[in-house]
Protein backbone atom coordinates (compact mmCIF):
# COMPACT_ATOMS: atom_id res chain seq x y z
CA UNK A 1 0.00 0.00 0.00
CA UNK A 2 1.44 3.45 -1.07
CA UNK A 3 -0.12 6.74 0.24
CA UNK A 4 1.05 10.00 -1.63
CA UNK A 5 0.49 13.33 -1.04
CA UNK A 6 0.42 16.68 -2.89
CA UNK A 7 -0.52 20.09 -2.84
CA UNK A 8 1.40 21.56 -0.52
CA UNK A 9 3.38 24.50 -1.15
CA UNK A 10 3.84 28.02 0.10
CA UNK A 11 0.86 30.52 0.81
CA UNK A 12 0.43 34.28 2.30
CA UNK A 13 -1.22 34.03 5.61
CA UNK A 14 -4.85 34.12 4.66
CA UNK A 15 -4.51 32.05 1.60
CA UNK A 16 -5.78 28.73 0.38
CA UNK A 17 -4.15 25.64 -0.41
CA UNK A 18 -5.59 22.19 -1.32
CA UNK A 19 -3.88 18.93 -0.38
CA UNK A 20 -4.49 15.29 -1.94
CA UNK A 21 -3.85 11.81 -1.20
CA UNK A 22 -4.57 8.94 -3.24
CA UNK A 23 -4.04 5.29 -1.74
CA UNK A 24 -2.73 2.74 -4.51
CA UNK A 25 -1.13 -0.96 -4.17
CA UNK A 26 -3.24 -4.20 -3.57
CA UNK A 27 -5.63 -3.70 -0.65
CA UNK A 28 -9.44 -5.10 0.21
CA UNK A 29 -10.89 -1.88 1.64
CA UNK A 30 -9.80 1.61 3.27
CA UNK A 31 -11.27 2.57 6.34
CA UNK A 32 -10.95 5.71 7.97
CA UNK A 33 -8.88 8.51 6.48
CA UNK A 34 -7.21 11.34 8.08
CA UNK A 35 -4.45 14.17 7.65
CA UNK A 36 -1.73 14.85 10.56
CA UNK A 37 1.21 17.12 10.43
CA UNK A 38 4.12 17.25 12.76
CA UNK A 39 4.95 18.86 15.81
CA UNK A 40 7.96 20.51 17.22
CA UNK A 41 8.71 17.55 19.33
CA UNK A 42 8.18 15.74 16.33
CA UNK A 43 5.23 13.57 17.07
CA UNK A 44 2.28 14.06 14.76
CA UNK A 45 -0.94 15.89 15.86
CA UNK A 46 -3.99 15.01 14.32
CA UNK A 47 -5.55 17.50 11.66
CA UNK A 48 -9.13 15.76 10.47
CA UNK A 49 -10.79 12.34 9.67
CA UNK A 50 -13.18 11.76 7.36
CA UNK A 51 -14.45 7.87 7.69
CA UNK A 52 -15.87 5.85 4.46
CA UNK A 53 -19.21 6.96 4.84
CA UNK A 54 -18.39 10.61 4.57
CA UNK A 55 -18.79 11.38 8.27
CA UNK A 56 -15.69 13.65 9.52
CA UNK A 57 -14.20 15.36 12.28
CA UNK A 58 -11.64 18.15 13.22
CA UNK A 59 -9.16 19.59 15.41
CA UNK A 60 -10.18 23.01 17.23
CA UNK A 61 -7.13 24.17 14.81
CA UNK A 62 -8.87 22.86 11.89
CA UNK A 63 -12.40 23.54 12.26
CA UNK A 64 -14.30 26.13 10.49
CA UNK A 65 -11.03 26.27 7.84
CA UNK A 66 -10.39 23.41 6.32
CA UNK A 67 -12.16 20.83 4.66
CA UNK A 68 -11.82 17.22 3.96
CA UNK A 69 -13.41 15.27 1.60
CA UNK A 70 -12.65 11.78 -0.15
CA UNK A 71 -13.45 9.51 -2.97
CA UNK A 72 -14.10 5.78 -2.20
CA UNK A 73 -13.71 4.81 -5.94
CA UNK A 74 -10.38 6.37 -6.50
CA UNK A 75 -9.42 5.93 -3.16
CA UNK A 76 -8.21 9.37 -2.91
CA UNK A 77 -8.44 12.35 -0.12
CA UNK A 78 -7.94 16.11 0.00
CA UNK A 79 -8.11 18.90 2.83
CA UNK A 80 -9.07 22.26 1.37
CA UNK A 81 -7.21 25.11 3.68
CA UNK A 82 -8.85 28.09 3.61
CA UNK A 83 -7.55 31.19 5.75
CA UNK A 84 -4.60 30.02 6.35
CA UNK A 85 -2.24 31.45 9.18
CA UNK A 86 1.82 31.25 10.28
CA UNK A 87 1.47 28.26 12.63
CA UNK A 88 -0.54 26.16 9.67
CA UNK A 89 3.05 26.24 8.76
CA UNK A 90 4.18 22.34 8.71
CA UNK A 91 4.36 18.80 7.35
CA UNK A 92 1.05 17.49 6.53
CA UNK A 93 0.55 13.64 6.52
CA UNK A 94 -1.82 11.45 5.02
CA UNK A 95 -2.74 8.36 7.04
CA UNK A 96 -5.17 5.81 5.77
CA UNK A 97 -5.97 2.40 7.85
CA UNK A 98 -5.98 -0.35 5.15
CA UNK A 99 -7.46 -3.96 5.09
CA UNK A 100 -5.25 -6.16 3.18
CA UNK A 101 -5.30 -9.06 5.48
CA UNK A 102 -5.95 -7.44 8.27
CA UNK A 103 -6.29 -3.61 9.14
CA UNK A 104 -3.38 -1.22 9.55
CA UNK A 105 -2.63 2.12 9.20
CA UNK A 106 -0.59 3.57 6.30
CA UNK A 107 1.48 6.64 6.09
CA UNK A 108 2.38 8.76 3.25
CA UNK A 109 5.81 10.79 2.67
CA UNK A 110 4.37 13.86 3.66
CA UNK A 111 3.39 17.53 2.08
CA UNK A 112 5.20 20.59 3.27
CA UNK A 113 2.65 23.55 3.55
CA UNK A 114 4.86 27.15 4.38
CA UNK A 115 2.33 29.91 5.07
CA UNK A 116 4.44 33.57 5.22
CA UNK A 117 4.39 36.79 4.22
Known amino acids: VQLVESGGGWVQPGGSLRLSCTAS????????MSWYRQTPGNKREWVATISPGGNTNYAASAKGRFVITRDNFKNTMELQMSDLKLEDTNTYYC????????????WGQGTQVTVSS
Open 95 to 106: NAIVKIRSWADY
Open 25 to 32: GSFASVND
